[in-house]
């Protein structure tokens, strides 16, 4: 085995150990060496000590001290040295986790599709928690730590997320003999990662950056978009489809380069630092699309929600995963999408079925509809920003663990199968340091045109918690009489009342008064300006940063 093999192995070993088993090793190592100093024992303490003031305020402390005390020179480390060792160490634990999926699928003759596709899923998020564990590490250099603080916030989130997704491809189906086979692992990776959030909280932030975040990382915001959306992208996504020049066309008529998106994105180029824009003529292209993490900066423009429609009908009643369901699923980072349609047109008998999935950091969709019933709209995971976007669905039909803004969208709840519910939101934050979340804005939430006639026979509710610490906010905007007076609905007894946090801050219609809302512990009618501004583009996705490189436009603070 190679030294360095070796060496991680053994680092791995020694952080499953109980804190109070790795002291009596310790001591009892030192006590029996033939040294007449009292140095090593006494350095042994410091280490210790270190390693647990080190671990103050983590959710993990015992597994974030044996972790740390396996570290070597832990005294000489600086803090972001700290944070990289354990994110190395995270490393090679997903690389074990991994490796442990590729055994299962490979040696179990007998696992049906479903499990096959799952355990397929759990591969490619491990492939990306990998490279974004990667760049939490290059972006910890000491010198330059603080200054990529939100970015490293963004990705240790994802990592966090991209674990729980793998579990939840085992919630459907005969996912018995296969879900206690990989759960320790992947928790054991998210505790871990989860260490690493909270002590980058310890690090200092640039005196730019403001205080009170919510969103941390997600961005200021600049014309009416964060400023991660740059200038020459703000005009590309404000300018007509006729007046872009794209780099590529996909036209069903053979007029362009490509009859099928699918292809075109295949045409396009790996890994690009520049805007590359595909336009898509007015058509229904009847296909599955993945924008995988190498085709990044991407761009689709259509002719216009009610011209240009992607659609596909994947579902879990059909054996596809939700993560898998999607019409079209966006990986690559930077990617923008304007005046276009996604649709998911399975129903609402077959369950999950998604029209959308972004994993995309820095993703952007503006004038885009999404359309389908349970599960529409899965933001998964890292920053996002949706503007004048519509929105259909009905069960948790917004819904995932992005940082994910909504500015000036219509919500529109459709009319669900007998006895069911609709629900605007479900979100997935699974831990209290990750810095997602859903912030709804200036939106309109209403009932969509099959609903209208029928609304008081279903029962509608804004959100409901799908993970422990779900976090929500709906501010100054327009709630219709279809919301039960309650406002929102409960998971499943007392989960995660205690622990979300859901929020509603001046909004008005006839569904927004708030004196029958719900009392859970977590629930809070925002009153001050200050807490509600950390749910704005500028705080919460630190959106002043990339959306100026847009042509969105959008809200930076509170209307």
């Known amino acids: 085995m190679p030294m360095y093999n070796l060496k991680r192995r053994t680092q791995i070993l020694l952080s499953s150990i109980p804190i109070s088993t790795l002291l009596l090793l310790l001591f009892v190592f030192h006590t029996t060496q033939p040294n007449p100093k009292t140095s090593k024992p006494l350095h042994i303490h410091q280490h210790l000590q270190i390693a647990k003031s080190t671990c103050e305020g983590t959710i993990h402390h015992d597994l974030c001290v044996s972790t740390l005390s396996s570290i070597p020179n832990l005294s000489s480390k600086s803090l972001p040295q700290i944070i990289s060792s354990t994110i190395n160490h ?80 085992f919630s459907h189906g005969d996912h018995h003999m296969i879900r206690p086979l990989i759960k320790d692992r992947l928790l054991h990776i998210s505790h871990l990662v989860s260490n690493s959030l909270a002590i980058l909280k310890k690090l200092p932030k640039e005196k730019k950056k403001r205080s009170r975040e919510a969103f941390s990382g997600y961005g200021e915001m600049v014309d ?16 007509n489809g006729t007046d872009t020049k794209p780099d590529l066309i996909v036209a069903k008529d053979g007029s362009g380069n490509y009859t099928t998106i699918s292809e075109a994105v295949e045409a396009a180029p790996n890994r690009s630092d520049v805007r590359f824009v595909i336009y898509i003529k007015s058509g229904a292209y009847l296909e599955n699309v993945e924008v995988v993490k190498k085709k990044t900066n991407l761009m689709f423009v259509g002719d216009g929600i009610e011209k240009t429609v992607v659609k596909a009908s994947r579902n879990v009643v059909d054996n596809y995963t939700t993560f898998r369901s999607a019409t079209v699923a966006v990986v690559g980072s930077g990617f923008l999408a304007r005046d276009i349609s996604f649709e998911n047109s399975a129903g609402p008998s077959k369950h999950q079925a998604v029209a959308l999935r972004s994993g995309s950091d820095l993703s952007a969709f503006y004038r885009c509809s999404f359309v389908g019933y349970q599960d529409t709209l899965y933001a998964h995971s890292l920053r996002q920003f949706y503007k004048e976007c519509d929105i259909y669905g009905t069960i948790d039909f917004i819904f995932g663990n992005a940082a994910a803004v909504f500015q000036n969208c219509n919500l ?22 990750q810095n997602t979340g859903i912030s709804i804005q200036n939106c309109k939430v209403t009932a969509a045109a099959d ?28 709630i219709d009489d279809l919301i039960d007076p309650a406002g929102w609905l409960e998971w499943s007894g007392d989960f995660g009342l205690s622990t979300l946090y859901y929020g509603e801050y001046m909004n008005h219609g006839p569904g927004a008064n708030t004196s029958s809302r719900v009392t859970w512990p977590g629930y809070r009618i925002i009153t001050n300006a200050s807490e509600a501004r950390q749910f704005t583009v500028e705080y919460f996705i630190q959106g002043n940063e990339w959306l100026t490189s847009t042509a969105i436009p959008f809200v930076s603070g509170l209307k």
């Open 90 to 169: 995270t490393l090679d634990a997903v690389q074990l986790s991994a490796s442990n999926c590729s055994g299962i699928l490979h040696k179990l003759p007998k696992l049906d599709t479903l499990q096959k596709r799952a355990l397929d899923d759990c591969l490619e998020l491990f492939d990306d928690t990998i490279e974004q564990l990667h760049v939490c590490i290059s972006d910890l250099s000491p010198n330059s730590a603080s200054k990529h603080i939100n970015q490293l916030q963004a990705f240790l989130s994802a990592a966090i997320t991209n674990q729980y997704t793998c579990l939840d491809g």
């Open 451 to 478: 609903l209208t006639s029928v609304k008081s026979s279903f029962k509608t509710y804004l959100g409901r918690p799908w993970k422990q610490y779900s976090r929500t906010v709906f501010m100054e905007s327009f």
């Open 224 to 239: 009416g978009f964060p400023s991660w959306v740059s200038k020459k992208d703000r005009r590309l996504l404000q300018m």
């Open 412 to 433: 529109y709840a459709r009319k669900p199968n007998p006895n069911q519910k609709n629900i605007f939101t479900a979100q997935g934050r699974e831990d209290p340091n």
